[in-house]
């Protein structure tokens, strides 16, 4: 959760490893949940307006949020996908809080990102987020051709996501590839150059705060004790710290 959203997002389930499944057909595309013994009076309308200010910062993520507020829970449709949205928990067992980023979402703020990044001249190019659950990863591929086809290739930037001990965040490691002639070498150029903070893995685990400042000069720090990417979704989750 560290850098912002610089390009693509791209931008937190469980219907796999340790989570509970949501019970509606289609979940809010972000869910962020609090356990609610751990909130003192007024916290959670703290929390609420940082995570507003996050999203309104973030206009080609979510072009027209609408956001559902409970006691402990900020269920946030972006405005991309266009049928009825359900609500639900999402925080995951054993876990003081939970950010679920829905598949759907990180892939259509993607193809947003993609369609408003800059183009090179000559070439058609197309923009997919590759999913690898077995393996924590996530791949933000670059298809594209040239005139008559020549040069094409791809390039692609894979995020495998961890739990960085140390600093109580989501460590990424981070490799770029590419597969074209020298001649398309121009288009990698530019697509890894708007992408300075990563593909869509790590940017999306940065699209919510990581800390939040209490008005009794506190500070609640979000520490991140789990990320999984799911089959259709990426969850970060871990343990509140006052400071």
């Known amino acids: 959760m560290r850098a912002c959203v610089a390009g693509l997002a791209m931008a937190v389930v469980l219907a796999m490893s340790g989570g509970a499944a949501l019970a509606d057909e289609h979940p809010a595309d972000v869910c962020f949940e609090i356990a609610p013994e751990l909130l003192g009076p007024g916290d959670w309308e703290t929390v609420g307006s940082a ?12 072009p027209s949020p ?52 800059p183009k090179t001249p000559g070439f058609s190019s197309s923009g ?13 591929r ?35 590839d590419l597969d074209t002639s020298p001649f398309g070498s121009v288009v990698c150029d530019r697509f890894f150059s708007y992408l300075p903070d990563g593909g869509a ?30 089959e259709d979704a990426l969850v970060v989750s871990g343990r509140l710290q006052r400071d």
């Open 51 to 62: 995570v507003d200010r996050s999203v309104a910062q973030r206009p080609a993520l979510f």
């Open 66 to 117: 609408r956001i559902a507020r409970t006691p402990t829970r900020l269920d946030i449709d972006s405005g991309h996908l266009t049928e009825e949205r359900g609500h639900g928990s999402c925080l995951v067992p054993g876990f003081e809080w939970t950010s679920r980023f829905e598949r759907e979402f990180i892939v259509a703020g993607a193809d947003q990102l993609f369609e408003e990044a």
């Open 128 to 140: 997919t987020i590759e999913w690898y659950p077995e393996e924590n990863r996530l791949r933000t």
């Open 142 to 176: 670059l298809q594209f051709s040239g005139p008559l086809g020549i040069p094409n290739g791809a390039c692609w930037v894979d995020d495998v996501l961890t739990v960085d001990d140390a600093t109580g965040a989501v460590g990424t490691s981070r490799a770029r």
């Open 201 to 230: 893995g790590e940017q999306t685990v940065s699209l919510l705060p990581e800390s939040v400042a209490l008005a009794d000069g506190s500070e609640l720090r979000f520490v991140v004790r789990d990320v999984v990417v799911a």
